[in-house]
Nanobody
Framework: QVQLVESGGGLVQAGGSLRLSCAASGIIFSFYDMGWYRQAPGKQRELVAV???????NYADSVKGRFTISRDNAKNTVYLQMNSLKPEDTAVYYC????????????WGQGTQVTVSS
């Protein structure tokens, strides 16, 4: 059974930092591309950052220079370091594991709430 378990969310003031973690089990973690998505109230889920199995990264324009995605294949964990947080970063953040050659093989975590106060 595949499980993606996010942690590290919470309430932070604008300008602060948070580090999200996503621990994966039930998959060969190093084989998958990993990503973080977010969904704010009344909005569609959007991509925040991805890291491929080879370590290449890509970010949404809105978080470039502030967020950093990384992975530790030995710990089956992907991280999202979020600095200089803004109120508009408030959302539920979801971890995603995507098979690199079959997009139908796609797993999601349950989400973790990030709230940034002004």
């Amino acid at each position: 059974q595949v499980q993606l378990v996010e942690s590290g969310g919470g309430l932070v003031q604008a300008g602060g930092s948070l580090r999200l973690s996503c621990a994966a089990s039930g998959i060969i973690f190093s084989f998958y591309d990993m990503g973080w998505y977010r969904q704010a109230p009344g909005k569609q889920r959007e991509l925040v950052a991805v890291i491929t199995r080879g370590g290449s990264t890509n970010y949404a324009d809105s978080v470039k220079g502030r967020f950093t995605i990384s992975r530790d294949n030995a710990k089956n964990t992907v991280y999202l370091q979020m600095n200089s947080l803004k109120p508009e970063d408030t959302a539920v953040y979801y971890c995603n594991a995507k098979h690199p050659s079959n997009s139908r093989i796609d797993y999601w975590g349950q989400g973790t709430q990030v709230t940034v106060s002004s």
